[in-house]
């Protein structure tokens, strides 16, 4: 099973700033800091930074207002942790496609391989298409053993094993190569949180893809979909991994409280009884696991790790060390070969 933890300073629920430990010091880095530290004492997966596009409203704090760019906050992170990886989101209408590339190759170099993108669309399906084809071919422009430093020869790297992408499309021109040196995962993980209208920039292009529901049903029936939709595109189930965002609450807790947590769905119970039920949802809905979404920070982060991760791994569900040093590893994907492209 797969665990990622949705990172906010409060929690998720809309009044969680009232009710956290934190107070203040929940918008300072050192509290996030912390919150990272204790997912990967409990050996999650990575880290979700989520980001709220446009002004924040004056009388409102979103849950997931977070004080820092989310790339900006990866790159401290990564030097605050050693294992854990991190998916930072970044919208497509907001960044030119090679300051975007440049940016997640640097902290994938950063964090030695540990950096995924979360991408948010334009809802321009063409021109996000293109996007992704032209971040990925940036991404490729160097073989892994690119980069052979012979001072005999005097040969810094192989230019063979250079790759100019040349892009010429619709909507961008881009030369390349990129000026990183190739991923030490391959590429960046890249992330999509599933919606009505994104199938197909899902089945296209993600390694991990979150289904926002707040239904056991409604997880089914994503799941399902998601399935046809990889299979239209000629890519196997086994090489994504797909996760559903829940809400688990140790002990018991009105429904109104939860169920203003949208797009996640409520398990609420003692830590065995969240366990089992996480078991069960992923074997019924055919889920490779789940994102955290603790109502209230750092406590719901600290339940989880401390009562929740032992009952799953007594189960056999969950690792009890890291094993891998990479996020790709962590999520078992594949190291990707550079694609081949017509040019």
């Known amino acids: 099973m797969h665990i990622g933890l ?13 009710r956290s430990s934190a107070a203040r010091g929940a918008l300072e880095f050192s509290h996030l800091a912390a919150q990272v530290k204790k997912a990967e004492e409990g050996g999650l997966d990575f880290v979700l930074l989520a980001d709220r596009l446009g002004q924040r409203p004056e009388n409102d704090l979103s849950p997931l207002t977070v004080p820092f760019e989310p790339t900006t906050l990866v790159a401290a992170l990564a030097t605050a942790t050693g294992k854990i ?16 590339a440049r940016r997640f190759a640097s902290l994938d170099s950063i964090s030695k391989g540990r950096t995924g993108w979360n991408v948010v669309g334009s809802e321009k399906l063409e021109r996000d298409q293109e996007y992704l084809d032209v971040v990925s071919g940036l991404w490729d422009s ?17 230019p063979d094993k250079m790759h100019v992408l040349n892009h010429k499309g619709t909507h961008f021109t ?7 040196n190739r991923s030490p995962q391959g590429r960046p993980v890249i992330s999509h949180v599933l919606t009505a209208s994104t199938f ?8 991990v893809v979150f289904l926002p529901s707040s239904s056991s049903e409604e997880v089914k029936t994503f799941s399902a979909r998601l399935n046809s939709s990889l299979s239209a595109f000629g890519r196997r189930r086994k090489d994504v991994r797909v996760l559903a965002n829940i809400i688990p609450m140790v002990g018991n807790s009105s429904s109104d409280e939860l169920n203003a ?13 969240i366990a089992e039920r996480m078991q069960s949802l992923a074997e019924t809905a055919d889920l490779d696991g789940f994102v955290i979404l603790p109502p209230v920070a750092p406590e719901g982060v600290t339940g989880f790790v401390d009562l929740v991760i032992p009952e799953l791994r007594q189960r056999g569900l969950f690792r009890n060390a890291y094993e891998e040093m990479t996020l790709r590893g962590h999520l078992g994907l594949a190291h990707p070969d550079r694609l081949e492209r017509a040019s």
């Open 6 to 18: 949705s990172l906010t300073p409060f929690g998720h629920h809309p009044a969680a700033w009232r």
């Open 85 to 100: 990886g991190f998916i930072a989101t970044a919208a497509t209408h907001q960044h030119e496609p090679y300051n975007l």
């Open 142 to 158: 160097w073989a892994d053993d690119a980069f052979v430093y012979d001072k005999a020869l005097g040969r810094f790297f192989e």
């Open 174 to 180: 881009v030369r390349g190569p990129l000026n990183v």
């Open 200 to 207: 197909e920039i899902a089945a296209r292009f993600a390694d």
């Open 261 to 273: 947590i949208p797009d996640a769905l409520e398990i609420v119970g003692t830590p065995a009884g």
